[in-house]
């Protein structure tokens, strides 16, 4: 089973400040076929269920502001938000869907600074 | 409107069974790959199971892996997560989630899951 594992567990950045999430997957979850990573990044607000911002690694679902986004290839990821909002406040988790089972990281609780 | 509902959460006893299901509307149910995503309280998300747009391919997380069987009803646009052998570290907040990508796209429209419902509360306790 593919392990994804975030760094750090939390992140406290000020207003206007870039945060930056890293999440490493056990193995490689690139697809040569359709030269693309499985990989997916989701925002959660206490009492919401998780959304997608993120899918591919650095495609942008529609509606997601260009703040943020994604980067990285083969086992090694990471979510930018740059210019940090107060909505921005939320759990960021990041999913593998390369493989059954698929799997998400422990989640990185970001904060304002 | 895009919409996803669970039902079917309860307290049940360790060993017991309950049936959740999860009743969608707004989209073409029958031409995407749904799943069972579930929360502990306080705890990050463990995907649970995955069934295709027409039910002949199932997956499950080795942690339920013989005790939960995902299920659909097309006609019904419903999904469903019949959970057996109930142990405590099943309580959890149960999440319905459909896949981005349709699967008359092949798999190359994208991926993760774009809609969720607000989830359903299992609680197993004696």
């Known amino acids: 089973d593919i392990v994804m594992t975030q760094s750090p567990d939390s992140l406290a950045v000020s207003l206007g400040e870039r945060a930056t999430i890293n999440c490493k997957s056990s193995q490689s979850i690139f697809y040569s076929s359709f030269n693309k990573n499985f990989l997916a990044w989701y925002q959660q607000k206490p009492g919401q269920p998780p959304k997608l911002l993120i899918y591919?690694?650095?495609t942008r679902e529609s509606g997601v502001p260009d703040r943020f986004s994604g980067s990285g290839s083969g086992t090694d990821f990471s979510l930018t938000i740059n210019s940090l909002q107060a909505e921005d406040v939320a759990v960021y988790y990041c999913q593998q869907y390369f493989d059954s089972p698929q799997s998400f990281g422990q989640g990185t609780k970001l904060e304002i600074k | 409107e895009v919409q996803l509902v669970e039902s079917g959460g309860a307290v049940a006893q360790p060993g017991g069974s309950l049936r959740l299901s999860c009743a969608a509307s707004?989209?073409?149910?029958?031409?995407?790959?749904m799943n069972w995503v579930r929360q502990a309280p306080g705890k990050g998300l463990e995907w649970v199971s995955l069934i295709n747009w027409n039910g002949d391919r199932t997956h499950y997380a080795d942690s339920v892996k013989g005790r939960f069987t995902i299920s659909r009803d097309n006609s019904k646009t419903s999904l469903y997560l019949q959970m057996n052998s109930l142990r405590t570290e099943d309580t959890a907040l149960y999440y319905c989630a459909k896949d981005l990508s349709p699967a008359s796209c092949g798999g190359d429209c994208g991926g993760g899951m774009d809609v969720w419902g607000q989830g359903t509360t299992v609680t197993v306790s004696s």
């Open positions: 707004g989209f073409t149910f029958d031409d995407y790959t």
């Open positions: 591919w690694a650095s």
